[in-house]
């Protein structure tokens, strides 16, 4: 480490208030000198694994990275090869299309034990509608109610879910609105877990990517899926969706969104949540729609992801004990690190949460945007 390295940091950190080894909630602890050449050459994916080794801390980390964000002191300490590699090989390789079941391999099958500790009482993996809910599962519950009243669900209907995940929302349609359904996983864990909880209802869930599938819904929605899609892939899905949908359904796209358009995820979220991930933009999604689909209605309520995040963490932690001994510590620093610098992206509005619900171009019914 050199003493320039470590002044270029300091001064980088100060500027966006935060002191290293400093007595604020957000003041990052250094315990290894080692850091400031380590994320110098590395950037995002030296930070998170400085974190995961210990390297440093902060009492809270969400704040700490909420201001580096506001800071944007990624900018400001320089872009490294590491970095620019992964966004050229993005570029370069369809990763989406060539490994749609890597995810659910590497993320989604890592245990359910660990995601029943964290979720709350029905497995949602996505973030959920704070209007006017108190707690994680009221608001959860509220989430999937608002997608069942945006598209205007109807007893007797069928419903496509693309990237179903443990069968949450699919019970849920079933359970109130005498719906019936069919939902689509690449996670080997997420399908038994939904099989073995279907309770006698007319739902059914398959280990299948979505661009093999077929038939015909009157429904088709898609709740924290769209992130594994990749921009590459963006048309064909669009395509596949259109192709699936009945001519006077609803498709419903529930997905976490950039301001910006982009071509590659963060390096570390990249290695060691979400492999082959991207963010969509608002140009992104609309260029992909194009004359398939027309606009009903799009609705940002990306501030309650933080809140969501928050309280998915707060689970996690609390419930770690009782989980611990299929995972290690390195693992605990890693979801951590994870949860609250999400949580952080949000609440600095780097990243918003959309809801967006379109009709096939031609349909004739009005349609009134709920809330």
């Avoid at 059914?204 to 077929?214: F, G, M, P, V, W």
């Avoid at 991207?278 to 990306?302: K, T, Y």
Wanted: hydrophobic letters at 40%.
């Amino acid at each position: 480490m050199t003493a320039k390295t470590e002044r270029i940091f300091r001064d980088a950190f100060a500027k966006a208030g935060i002191e290293v080894n400093g007595n604020r909630t957000w003041d990052i602890q250094v315990h290894d000198a080692r850091f400031y050449d380590r994320v110098l050459a590395s950037g995002t994916l030296g930070f998170g694994e400085s974190y995961m080794d210990g390297w440093w801390d902060a009492e809270r980390v969400d704040e700490l990275i909420a201001k580096i964000l506001s800071g944007n002191l990624e900018q400001k300490v320089g872009i490294n090869p590491a970095v620019i590699w992964h966004y050229l090989r993005a570029r370069i390789i369809n990763l989406q299309k060539r490994h749609a079941f890597e995810v659910g391999e590497r993320h989604y099958d890592i245990g359910n034990d660990l995601y029943a500790a964290m979720l709350g009482e029905r497995l949602v993996y996505s973030c959920g509608y704070w209007n006017n809910a108190t707690t994680l599962d009221e608001a959860q519950e509220a989430k999937l109610d608002l997608v069942c009243r945006k598209i205007g669900l109807e007893k007797g209907q069928h419903i496509l879910d693309i990237g179903s995940g443990w069968g949450s929302f699919l019970r849920f349609a079933a359970e109130r609105y005498d719906a019936s359904g069919t939902g689509l996983t690449v996670s080997r864990a997420q399908k038994a877990y939904a099989d073995e909880h279907r309770r006698g209802l007319p739902i059914e869930t398959l280990l299948q990517d979505y661009h093999e599938h077929e038939g015909a819904y009157d429904h088709v929605i898609s709740i924290g899926m769209f992130e594994h899609v990749g921009y590459k892939n963006y048309r064909s899905y669009m395509e596949k969706v259109h192709a699936l949908l009945k001519r006077d359904g609803y498709f419903l796209l529930h997905t976490i969104g950039g301001n910006k358009s982009t071509y590659g995820t963060d390096p570390w979220i990249e290695k060691y949540i979400f492999p082959n991930g991207l963010v969509p933009s608002i140009e992104q999604i609309g260029r992909a729609a194009g004359d398939l689909f027309s606009m009903e209605d799009w609705h940002n309520f990306g501030p309650d992801y933080d809140t969501t995040l928050m309280a998915w963490f707060s689970n996690f932690d609390t419930n770690w004990d009782s989980v611990k001994s299929s995972y290690d510590d390195r693992f605990y620093r890693m979801w951590k690190y994870y949860l609250l610098s999400s949580a952080a992206s949000f609440r600095v509005r780097n990243l918003q949460l959309w809801q967006i619900v379109f009709t096939k171009v031609g349909a004739r019914e009005r349609y009134t945007a709920v809330r």
